[in-house]
């Protein structure tokens, strides 16, 4: 009985504890249109998550608090919560129920065929799992990749670079990938090191990893995923000057003297578009990539950081190629 | 090829690497040896990370982070202690009630103090005169911080007082024989409330030393798990501090060893997949556990609770 009696102790702390981890954000209206995102980190991580979350105020903005309204669960990095979490949304009715990371794929193709009236989206990935009630987005950092990768290449002095990932798939890879390509357009005999840590949330792992670039000459260093403040960390605490180029989210505030320009996703161009067709009764079978193009995908530079006009003209010539499609942003080898 | 990997950088990031594990290890050695599995190893960590994090950005004062990450840590521990040891409360259940309450705990304050990611100044590297700019040795072993030091200091130093004190041979008499060492004299419950609040105030100084010497920040999971993997280690040594470190050592070079190797994958012309390179130290120290633990007699009353007169 007392056995019991703690155990219910011990779970009635915790629940009381994590309830306001579920964080809600909500508006009153009349028939709003309701969004509901589950996110593996924080929605202030400077990264995946708050990419999203940015996107959504964006959108709140443009439609107005009456009209739309959302609701997130952040921090969410097991799935079975998400799946809780999704399913409980679903019931609920929402509009659209986004699970914002590429982990929770298996789980909305689980959960989307036993709610086929409910829109349900997912990233990053293309696969819609042939649902009509399932959209899929991703990001084509590969392409903003490119352009820091470029500017990489031009700005380090030891000519060596070091690119810390997170596991070897989705955006994350995309983006390593385009770097890659890119920091070699610049400078076919730069050195860029490539170092995936098997982790989205080991921030240790990650410094230690940029502990380990350094040591081997890089001064310009960039990565993916949320894991990637252990890295900043480590560039901060160099004596000699050791650049960043951030992704996904602006990360200039994680550095402000280090952080070059940060390749920023803005889903509020799919989100708008998705809100669009559900409203005409479209609820899936969609797939989106943010591009430079769509403007879903843009570089903002740090404006405390110099960065010569030169260089500045030839990033902006660069993005018209890319748009162009007159330069491929993956080498062959990774885009077969 | 070898010198090129095996590098006195890849030994140093081996020996920073294993700076949390040896802080968490000893502590759970401490406790496991009196009896007390603590699985809320890490959710001690959690909050001992954000403790010292938010008292140095909020005093600047790394003296403050390590009394606040110690406090953090030692009151985690008694609350473990008192479940386990007073309550009576199943232990492997109670320290996972505990971890959820560290990750959940250390989160929530983060989010509602600080928020978005801010970095601290935490330990510096010591600069040790001379020794420092010994070639090889000097960057091995005498260019980090100073929390690495006192990590290695606190094995000897937990291996004289668990084999050659009085305080020592009382913990280990109430893990391996509660009932005899109560018909001694020995307050069971005592030293149990003492060894558990110890190894709170390791896994607190542990989490610590992610957050103002490593890494520097904060963020939510920041210790992703290393807790439960020093609890781990703390079978691996064997429920001895030298065998534990040994066995954090083997775990963090392999670590180590392998960041450097693919880091310089394509200049060594090489082709491991990353798959196989992240599970490597997970998989070496398992094959080591499997040799190791032959023969290897835990302690008796390891997770079962005392009452007197049973």
Partial sequence: MRKLFVLLIVTAVFAVVAVPLTSTHTAQADDPFRVAVVMPSATNDLAFSQSMYDALLFVQEEMGEDNFEFVFQDGTFVVDDAAVALREWALEGYDLIIAHGSQYG?????????????????????????????????????????VNGYLAAQLTESGVLGVIGPIETGDAKLYV???????????????????????????????????????????????????????????????????????????????PELVVASQVYHWEVVLMDMIELIQDGTLGGESYSLTLENEGLTIEFNEEFEVDEELLDEVDSLIEGIIAGDIPTLMEEDSE | MLSDILTASVIASAIRLATPYIFAGMGETFGQRSGVLNLGVDGIMLLGAF???????????????????????????????????????????????????????????????????????????????????????????????????????????????????????KIRAVGQNPEAADAMGVNVARIRYFTVIIGGAFSGIAGASLSIALVNFFQGNLTAGKGFIAVALVYFGAWRPYWVMAGTLLFSTVDALQLQIKTLENALNLDIPNELAVMAPYVVT???????????????????????GE
């Fill in chain 2, 51 to 169: 403790a010292a994090y938010y008292a140095v950005l909020e005093t600047g004062s790394l003296l403050f982070g390590v009394m606040a990450a110690l406090a953090t840590g030692m009151l985690m521990g008694l609350v473990m202690a008192f479940v386990s040891v007073t309550l009576q409360a199943e232990q492997g259940i109670s320290g996972i009630g505990l971890y959820l309450f560290g990750l959940g705990l250390s989160d929530m304050l983060y989010q509602r103090l600080v928020g978005t990611p801010v970095h601290v100044d935490g330990f510096p590297r010591v600069d040790i005169p001379v020794l420092t700019d010994l070639p090889v040795l000097g960057e091995i072993f005498f260019n980090h911080n100073f929390l690495v030091y006192v990590a290695f200091a606190s094995v000897p130093l937990s291996a004289f007082v668990l084999t050659r004190t009085t305080f020592g041979l």
């Fill in chain 2, 286 to 308: 398992l094959v080591a556990l499997i040799f190791a633990s032959k023969g290897v007699e835990k302690p008796t009353a390891l997770t079962k609770p005392f009452e007197r």
């Fill in chain 1, 106 to 146: 298996a789980v909305v193709e689980e959960i989307a065929i036993d709610f086929p009236d409910t829109s349900f989206a997912w990233g990053t990935d293309s696969d819609t799992f042939g649902f009509d009630n399932v959209f899929a987005y991703e990001a084509a950092s590969d392409q903003g990749g490119f």
């Fill in chain 1, 177 to 255: 990938d385009g770097f890659v390509a890119g920091a070699v357009y610049g400078d076919e005999d730069i050195t860029v090191n490539v170092n995936y840590i098997g982790s989205f949330s080991d921030v240790a792992l990650a410094a230690e990893a940029a502990e380990t670039h350094v040591a081997n000459d890089a001064d310009v260093l960039t990565g993916s995923a949320q894991m990637v403040v252990g890295a900043v960390g480590v560039a901060i605490d160099q004596d000699e000057q050791v650049l960043w180029f951030g992704t996904q989210a602006n990360q200039t505030s994680l550095a």
